[in-house]
C-alpha cells in the first residue's frame, strides 16, 4: 500500500524558516515525480512544488520561487520542503502527494500544518 | 497557467436525486499523445482528497458507478446519479496537462 507521512509543521513567526519532510513507502520512491499541494484554511487547493524521481529538475508556483526549496533524498524514500521568508499567506496544511504532470497525484498524505504568525 | 472553472459553487441535494459539477478550463486538456490530463477528486470533511476520475471519464478502482465523468477540450463535468450521504464533501477538478498544476475552485456537496 502506498503510503505518505508528513511531517514538520508548525507554528513559525513571519520571515522564519521551517522544513517538511515526507516519508514514502509502499512504492519505488525514484521511480516518481513528487509534488507539495497546500491547502489555506477554509480554501481550495495549491501546488506549490515538484521535483522529477531523480531530483534533477524541480519547478514552483510563483507564489512560492525564491522562498521555497524541494529536494528528496531517494536513499531515504523522503520528500523535503524547505521553506523560508514565511507570510502570513503560507499558512496552510501543506499535502505530500506522488506524481506531477502528465499523471494523477495520488495518494495525499495526510497533511501537516504550518501556522505563520507571530 | 491554466485557469480551472468550477460551478456551482454549493449543491444541496436531496439523497437519491443526481447532481452535476460543470468544470472549464482556459486552454485544451487535450495533449498530443491523445490523452486529456483533467481528474476530480473528492475532499469529504475533515479528510484529505481521494481521488475519483481520471482522463474525464475513468473511474478509479473502488470508486461507486454512480459516479461519471464526461466532456472534452475544455468543458467537463463530474454527475453524480443518485447522491448518498457518504458523497459530502467538497469536489474539485484538476489539470496535470502543464505545470502549474491547477484546480478548480471546489464544489461543495450537501444533502438536503
Known amino acids: 500500500e502506498v503510503q505518505l507521512l508528513e511531517s514538520g509543521g508548525g507554528l513559525v513567526q513571519p520571515g522564519g524558516s521551517q522544513r517538511l519532510s515526507c516519508a514514502a513507502s509502499g512504492f519505488t520512491f525514484s521511480n516518481y515525480a513528487m509534488s507539495w499541494v497546500r491547502q489555506a484554511p477554509g480554501k481550495g487547493l495549491e501546488w506549490v512544488s515538484a521535483?522529477?524521481?531523480?531530483?534533477?529538475?524541480?519547478y514552483y508556483a510563483d507564489s512560492v520561487k525564491g522562498r521555497f526549496t524541494i529536494s528528496r533524498d531517494n536513499s531515504k524514500n523522503t520528500l523535503y520542503l524547505q521553506m523560508n521568508s514565511l507570510r502570513a499567506e503560507d499558512t496552510a496544511i501543506y499535502y505530500c502527494v506522488k506524481g506531477s504532470v502528465y499523471v494523477y497525484i495520488d495518494p495525499w498524505g495526510q497533511g501537516t500544518l504550518v501556522t505563520v504568525s507571530s | 497557467d491554466i485557469v480551472m472553472t468550477q460551478t456551482p459553487l454549493s449543491l444541496s441535494v436531496t439523497p437519491g436525486q443526481p447532481a452535476s459539477i460543470s468544470c472549464k478550463s482556459s486552454?485544451?486538456?487535450?495533449?498530443?499523445?491523445?490523452?486529456?490530463?483533467l481528474y476530480w477528486y473528492l475532499q469529504k470533511p475533515g479528510q484529505s482528497p481521494q481521488r475519483l476520475i481520471y482522463e474525464v471519464s475513468n473511474r478509479f478502482s473502488g470508486v461507486p458507478d454512480r459516479f461519471s465523468g464526461s466532456g472534452s477540450g475544455t468543458d467537463f463535468t463530474l454527475k453524480i446519479s443518485r447522491v448518498e450521504a457518504e458523497d459530502v464533501g467538497v469536489y474539485y477538478c484538476m489539470q496535470s496537462i502543464q505545470l502549474p498544476l491547477t484546480f478548480g475552485g471546489g464544489t461543495k456537496v450537501e444533502i438536503k
Open positions: 521535483i522529477s524521481g531523480s531530483g534533477a529538475s524541480t
Open positions: 486552454q485544451s486538456l487535450l495533449h498530443s499523445d491523445g490523452k486529456t490530463y
